[in-house]
Nanobody
């Protein structure tokens, strides 16, 4: 099992900044991807930013140029620096990871996805 613990959410005025962090712990041999999604009531969860070994770094168009995702590979953490925040950024932000484990002596691997519990970001106008 893998645990994701998020921190850094809160209330900020429009134009302000927040930094989210997430640390992964548990049983895995490598992290294939880490990133952030967000969700508002009544809408589907959407990608904010992700760093993947397979596909590189991706940002949602709505945050590109304002948000920056970064990884500390040694500490198994991912952070999201959010600048120039807008009321439309208000949402619950979820940390996401895809991890890989070796499952036998031949080196076969499996991948699993995990989600954090979410942290609320509120941007007031």
């Amino acid at each position: 099992q893998v645990q994701l613990v998020e921190s850094g959410g809160g209330l900020v005025h429009s134009g302000g900044s927040l930094r989210l962090s997430c640390v992964a712990s548990g049983r895995f041999d490598s992290i294939r991807a880490m990133g952030w999604y967000r969700q508002v009531p009544g809408k589907e969860r959407e990608l904010v930013a992700i760093m993947s070994r397979d596909t590189g770094t991706t940002y949602a168009d709505s945050v590109n140029g304002r948000f920056t995702i970064s990884r500390d590979f040694a500490q198994n953490t991912v952070s999201l620096q959010m600048n120039s925040l807008k009321p439309g950024d208000t949402a619950v932000y979820f940390c996401y990871t895809e991890v890989q484990r070796v499952v036998n002596v031949e080196g076969a691997t499996v991948r699993r996805e995990y989600w954090g519990k979410g942290t609320l970001v509120t941007v007031s106008s």
